[in-house]
């Protein structure tokens, strides 16, 4: 029981993990196994609910016009009976720094991510 309990926050780790170092290295396939087929996507005053394809072609325009120098967790939080979590990532880039919230069902893992939001930092 407890090497399950431990495995399962390592995991989770790791996956909260990977896609931040997906985003970092510009990664954009590794960040699409992430979210969910219809995404609430919004880049700055930008928001629409889109299928997952429309909203990685925005991601790749940001990636592509902005590169990124550093991507760091800096707040999460998960909801009281674990159904869903958050986290705030600061993207530092060439040009300026950036604030991407991210909302996820359950923990952040194939198919779970809802919500991103890109915004100046």
Excluded: P, W
Excluded at 25 to 30: G, P, Q
Excluded at 60 to 87: C, P
Excluded at 94 to 102: A, C, L, S, V
């Amino acid at each position: 029981m407890v090497i399950l309990i431990i495995s399962h926050f390592y995991l989770t780790g790791q996956n909260e993990t990977s896609f931040v170092n997906s985003l970092k290295n510009n990664e954009t396939s590794a960040l699409e196994i992430y979210l969910e087929d219809k995404i609430d996507f919004c880049i700055f005053e930008d928001q629409q609910i889109m299928l997952k394809k429309a909203a990685m072609l925005k991601l790749k325009d940001f990636l592509n016009s902005y590169k990124i120098v550093n991507a760091e967790i800096i707040h999460k939080g998960t909801s009281k009976d674990k159904s869903s979590q958050y986290k705030v990532v600061k993207i530092t880039t060439n040009k300026e720094t950036f604030r991407m919230f991210i909302y996820a069902s359950g923990e952040i893992g194939a198919k779970t991510i809802k919500e991103i939001r890109i915004d100046k930092f």
